[in-house]
C-alpha cells in the first residue's frame, strides 16, 4: 500500500503546488493520477519518489514512512519520469547495466529479465547503439526497462505512453495489468482518458493542487452521470473548451 498524508509542497510563500493530498493506493490496484496541465502531478510524483523533499506531511509505503527509510522504499520503486533524461553517450545496453548495479541486481537475473524486457519492446537491434541515436520512442522504451529490470513492487510512471507507438503502448498496458495481478502496484499519470478509462481501477483527479476525486470511475459517474471519463473531467476542473467559439473556422 501507498498512502499520502497531507502531502504538501510549497515553492514559494503564495506557490501551493501540492496541497494537503491524501490518498491511499491500496496493492493489487492500477491507480490513475488525473489533472490538467499544471495541476500538481508531476510534483508529486517527484515527492513520492524522492526527487522533491515535502513541505510538510508523510509518503508512506507498506507501512515504511519515506523520510526514515528512502534507500530501502527506493529500491522497491519503478519509475518512468515525464520526460526520458538519459546518459546519450552510452550505449542502451551500458545504461542497463549501470542502472542494475545501483539497484544490485544479480547478473543472472539481470540477463534473464534484461533480455525478455528489450526482446518485448523490440530494441534487440539498437540496444548495443549509442543513445544519442535513440528516437524519442526508443529512448522512451529504454527508460521503461531500466524501470522494470529490478522487478519492483511500486512502479511509479509520469505520462508513460507519450512517445509510445501503439503496439509498445498496448505491451505497457498489458505488463501493467498483470503487475497487479501479482499484488503490486501501478501508479501512473496521464491525459489519455481513453486509457485510464479501460484499465484504472481506481483514479484521483487533482486540481490546483488539492484531490477533488478519489475513487473509481464507477463511483465517478454515480456522481456525475453516465458520461465518457473525458467529459467528466472537463466538467470537474471547470474546463473552458465547451465555450470556445468554433465557428470562426466555418
Known sequence: MIELIN?????A???VAVDHVNLEIEDGKIFGFLGPNGA???TTINMITGLYKP???????DGMEFQKEPIKIKKLIGFVPDEPFLFEKITGISYLNFISDVFEVPLDER??????LIKTFKLENSISNPISTYSHGMKQKLTLIAALIHNPKFWILDEPIV????????ILKNLMKKHVEAGNIVFFS???MEIAEKICD???????GKIIFDGSINELRKLKGDKSLEQIFLEVTNSESEKIDFSYLD
Open 163 to 170: 512517445g509510445l507507438d501503439p503496439e509498445s503502448a498496448f
Open 13 to 15: 510563500e503564495n506557490v
Open 40 to 42: 500538481g502531478k508531476t
Open 202 to 208: 481506481e483514479i484521483a483527479i487533482i486540481d490546483k
Open 111 to 116: 540477463k534473464k529479465r534484461g533480455e525478455w
Open 7 to 11: 502531502l504538501t509542497k510549497r515553492f
Open 55 to 61: 513541505t510538510s506531511g508523510r509518503i508512506i509505503y
Open 190 to 192: 496521464t491525459h489519455i
